[in-house]
Each structure stands twice: as structure tokens, then as C-alpha cells.
């Protein structure tokens, strides 16, 4: 059973940053793909940023530039780093593992960027 555990997140101050980590169990980390997705209030889930067991990315277009996801197969983590923040961006982050039919999230981190 694979267990994601996400850290970093917290209240920062619009065009402040924070970094997001997601420590996993497991042996596959290295094989799965990973991926930083987030929920608003009242919205639905959202992909973020992905990253594939190659170290291809792809992200949403309203982070593209402010964003970085990163990944360390030795540590099993991966990272979110997040610049330039807007309020927009206030949600829970959660993070996703997916390899083949095993597909895990973690419990989720706030953020939240005040105006």
C-alpha cells in the first residue's frame, strides 16, 4: 500500500513562494508517474503539474513560468515549487502517484495566498 505524505504548505503573501513535498512509500515511486493537483473551494480538482518516470513535465497553463515540479527517485519525492503566487492559486494541493492500475493521493496541503 503506497502512502503519500505531503508537506509545505501555509499562508504566504501574494508574489511570495512556497514548496510543496511529497514523501511516498513504496518501491514503484521510480516507475509512477507523479503529479501535483489542487482543489479550490466550490471547484473541482485540478491538475497542477505532472511529472512522468522519464522526468518529462507537463502544467496547467495558468502556472506555466511560476511553477516547477521535480522529482528525487533516491528520496522518493517530489516537489512543487511555487513562485510568484497569486491569490488564485489559495486551494488544497494534493499529490498523485499512478502506475498502471495503482493510482494513490495523498491527504492534501493548504494553501493559501493573501492579498
Known amino acids: 500500500q503506497v502512502q503519500l505524505v505531503e508537506s509545505g504548505g501555509g499562508l504566504v503573501q501574494a508574489g511570495g513562494s512556497l514548496r510543496l513535498s511529497c514523501a511516498a512509500s513504496g518501491s514503484i515511486f521510480r516507475l509512477s508517474a507523479m503529479g501535483w493537483y489542487r482543489q479550490a473551494p466550490g471547484k473541482q480538482r485540478e491538475l497542477v503539474a505532472g511529472i512522468n518516470s522519464a522526468g518529462s513535465t507537463k502544467y496547467a497553463d495558468s502556472v506555466k513560468g511560476r511553477f516547477t515540479i521535480s522529482r528525487d527517485n533516491a528520496k522518493s519525492t517530489v516537489y512543487l515549487q511555487m513562485n510568484s503566487l497569486k491569490p488564485e492559486d489559495t486551494a488544497v494541493y494534493y499529490c498523485?502517484?499512478?502506475?498502471?492500475?495503482?493510482?494513490?493521493w495523498g491527504q492534501g496541503t493548504q494553501v493559501t495566498v493573501s492579498s
Open positions: 498523485n502517484q499512478n502506475l498502471g492500475p495503482n493510482n494513490s
